[in-house]
């Protein structure tokens, strides 16, 4: 039976807005925006997916004078970026009883354990003892598997960092939060406010400080907001330092794992690097050096987009794959092998993914990656990590409609690289090949590579890197974008995505309980009371909401969210149809693309309300 609903929810829109004016979704913080650039890219073709991504991460650098906002490479970012390598460099000069901590949530808290490894072992080379640690939401565990719920927990945040930084006497915290919003990190940031003797915050998030989340925390008296007012004020004296331009919203609304990430990534390594140079090469930190190495990674872009149609193909066949379901799989060597791991670990809360669907491997697993918490097979992690386990679990049953993708630099054991080709390239021609080499560099092994392949995408960068800034970086950052790119158009093309918004993102913490609850509102035009209402009988899988139901608390809500798929489409179509929540699964079931299913019903909708 159909319902009458309204539809003032779904606006007309205009792909010209600009997301910086006053008036683009004035209720939501940068982050949570919808970018004008990508409101139809759920049906783009490949060449356009990966331009609409182009253009969104070149908003990360544009820089307009009497913006509304602070940006990447504004006055007032390269400031405070100056003044925490200075710290980082004090504690280089004099490493006894300090520390630097990076933490965050989800791919913050991946990036945090990804930058302090490569800082680490940086030093380790150079003979000095490891000043830095990390913390992840969810432990080590979260590295390469979706933990998203102990990002509501601000007091495991404080004691895990009270834990890492036991018996220090000066510790640089930074926490990374690209929303202003986990509360995780603000527990964290909290403590340190406590104890201001010992800790210095950083915190790094691309929201002005006024859209910091301003929720309450359950058993807390602050809220981001509060956390960060106060760090504003401390900031005043240098005894706190907010880095947080904004980037532009995301290509899919909230997915922070994309620019959020990128950014990340920048900024924590121009001020290590900064520091690292002024340490170990007398190199001045200044606001010039420090802008420069900024740009430097737009160029990065530059020349990982000069390759629009290379990586829409590597896109096409990720989203073939996925849309017959069968898998994608990274086999990657060295550190790009961490950055594959990554990008597969988020497809499953932002797509609904199955761990299978797309899954990366690197070398050794575990043994290369130096985790505090060792091997991660042993913790219960989803699936093996190393070359072993794929040969092991994935290639015996690999087939032509399964995409694999080989990730490799010239830095790597290349005739490794074309083993596993060959014993891959028995089982499918559908094997690619991401190569990164510097201008000049001739490997043998990769011509074989390359004739196994059914597609190679060869980056040569020049040889005249920027002194600042390492090869390495900017093959990570390269490998980044390309990977997110083909993830994330790979999904678009299997309908996981309507207009530009995770239509199946998994209900798992406060955050994106919020975030499906809008989402509902905007795609259903019901009022925000309604759409919780049908979200919550979807979590539960019922058609009438009991009292117990009612009174339990979000925890509980986002807990029981995880054993159900499809929460999201399915609280849709019931707002939309009326249908009960058996007749939505069984609707959703014959229309397994969810894009597909929400459009009908929209489209039923529209016909019945014009009917009247
Ligand atoms: O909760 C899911 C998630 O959105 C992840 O995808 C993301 O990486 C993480 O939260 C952290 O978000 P933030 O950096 O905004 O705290």
Redesign the pocket.
Known sequence: MATVVKTEGIKAFSATHDWESADYEPTLPV?EMSNPITHNIDRAPASSIVKMLQDCDAQMFQEKSGAAYERLLSDQVAKSLMEVAKRVQLILKDPQDSLIVLS???????LAFFITSGFNRELRRLNHSAVCSYII?GGDRALFS?Q?SP?DDPISGALSLKKVSEGKKRVLFIG???????P??AGQLDFCLQHPDIYTPVLV??NPAHQARNEPIPGCTFTFRSVVTKMRELAKMQKAFLINPALGPEAIS????MK??SA?KILLEVVFSAAHAANFSRTPITYNGILQHMRSYGEVLDITYSQTEGIAALMEAAGRSLQCGRGVCYLSWGFLGLLSLIDAS?CK??FGADYKDIRGFVGGGCKELCNKEGDLNLMGAESGIAHSDFLHDVLPCLTDKDTVLLLYSHSDDVDEVAKLARRVREKTSNMHAVYHQTDGDTVSAHDEINKLCSSTLNFIWPQSTPASMGLQHMWELSTKLLLNAVSTGAHILKGKVYQNYMIDL?V??S??YH?AARLLQRLSGHPKSLCEEALLKAIYQVDKLTEDIVTCNLIKHTHTARKVKKVVPLALVCLLTGYSIKEAQSHLEQKPIVREAVEACLREQTLFSGSL
């Not at 965050?104 to 991946?110: I, P």
């Not at 990374?176 to 986990?182: E, R, V, Y």
């Open positions: 982050s965050g949530c989800g791919t913050s808290g991946r939401a979706s998203e990002e990374i939060s690209c929303g202003l919003s986990a995780f990190v998030g691309f909230g997915s922070s794992r959020g990430g990340t988020e809360p932002t998994q798992t913490n955050k994106l975030r």
